[in-house]
Every structure is written in C-alpha cells, then in structure tokens.
C-alpha cells in the first residue's frame, strides 16, 4: 500500500513532465559535468503543478517521504521537500515539539539529497529556520564550516526566518564566515539574506557592510545593495564609502 502512494506520485509527476521544460531546466540547474548540480534530472514540471501533486499525496510519511527524496529526479525530491514543509507546519500550529524534532533532525541528516538551490531555499528558512528560531543555533555555525555547499546554503539561507522576527545578529555572523567561499552561489545566498536584512534595518545593514564591503565578493555586495539609492549603490561600487 505505502509503496503504491510513492509510485501513484512518480507516476502523476511523470505525466505532468514536459521535455522542452526539462531540457531548460537542466542548462538553468547546471546539471552538466562539473556544475553544481551535475546528473541533476529534470521531468519538466512546474513547481506550482509539483505542489499541487504533493499536497495530493500529504498523508505520506517520513520513511516514505525519504524514498522520495533519494530519487535522482529532481521533482520527486521537490515533492519530498514540500511534503517535509507542509508536516513541519502542521506540527509547529500544532505545538508538537517532538514531531517538530524528528523533521528537523530528518531534514539535516538529508541535507546531501537537499541538493539544489531550489530546494534549499523553499525549506530551509521553513524548517530549521522555524525550528531554531527560539533555540540553539550552533549548529547553523557547524553547516556555515561544512565542505558541502548545500549545508552551507541551508546555513544562511535558514537565517531568512530569523530576519523576518527582526533578529539580524546570525545572519551578519555566518556571512562574515562565508565572505571567502569560492561559490557564486553562496555569493548570492548572502547578498540576498543582506538585502533582507536592509529591508527591515538598513542602517544595522550599512553598519556591516562598511566593515566588510571592501573584502565582498561583487556579485554578494550587488545583491546586498540592490535597493539603495544609485547615487549610494554606486559609491559602494567604487569603494567610496
């Protein structure tokens, strides 16, 4: 039975597939050799549509769930993140702090099939973003140093949580960590949980920012500073400040 809801998901999934999408999607993904997302396989559906199909197939559970998210494809693992969001939730309106657990847990242990930016970003700040809120978040620090780049993303990216309740003191220190990763994408990870920060505070933004800018990755100090004014977005560019 449990088996048969797993392959009744693939199967909806797989007739929703599109191969002109996919073949989109695997040069937008970098899934060629030696990108990040290399052996990456697309279906070519939507993301809406994958929604839609995993909220079918809510009753699924964890061991199940994790079936999904071993699958190469990219819209079943898609399906098992929205699947882990959507038990999260419930959870946390429920106040159940042991199931609560046991995703969050389950989410990190996993965090190597977590493995496109895609599926980091439409998580993290869900679940252990939401789960660390009012906890210890050492662990954070431990993903931040972490050789694989989907830890790290998961790292800053569940920071947005924290941003969104006005606390901005992670997001500063795991960025100050990060200023030398090698990866554009963390570059725009935390560009962009910078710039959230400067929607809610841009002077605690601007107070981090003329302390780092200099030693910034560029495409990290664009992202940051792409609602500034252009008369102070430029003298940032040319290290005026």
Not at 105 to 123: C, E, G
């Amino acid at each position: 039975m449990t088996n048969m809801t797993v392959a009744q998901l693939k199967k909806e999934l797989k007739s929703l597939g599109n191969p002109e999408k996919a073949k989109l999607l695997q040069g937008f993904f970098k899934t060629g050799k030696g990108e990040y997302g290399e052996g990456d396989v697309f279906l070519g559906v939507t993301v809406p549509e994958t929604r839609r199909v995993a909220k079918k197939h809510h009753e699924l559970s964890l061991k199940e769930t994790e079936e999904l998210l071993q699958s190469k494809i990219h819209e079943e693992r898609l399906a098992a993140i929205l699947l882990l969001v959507h038990h999260f939730e419930l959870a946390f309106k429920e106040k159940n702090e042991k199931k609560q657990k046991e995703i969050f847990d389950f989410y990190l242990s996993n965090a190597s099939r977590v493995n496109n930016w895609d599926l980091v970003d439409l998580s993290a700040p869900k679940i252990s973003g939401s789960y660390l809120l009012n906890r210890d978040r050492k662990i954070l620090y431990k993903l931040t140093n972490s050789k694989s780049l989907w830890e790290k993303r998961i790292a800053i990216i569940s920071t947005f949580e924290f941003i969104r309740n006005k606390e901005f003191t992670d997001t500063f220190a795991i960025t100050e960590t990060l200023l030398r990763d090698e990866h554009d994408l963390m570059h725009k990870a935390c560009g962009w949980m910078l710039r959230e920060v400067g929607k809610r505070d841009q002077q605690a933004l601007e107070k981090f920012l003329k302390k780092h800018y200099k030693q910034m990755p560029r495409t990290m100090l664009r992202y940051a500073i792409e609602r500034f004014d252009e008369k102070k977005r430029k003298a940032y560019l040319n290290s005026e400040i």
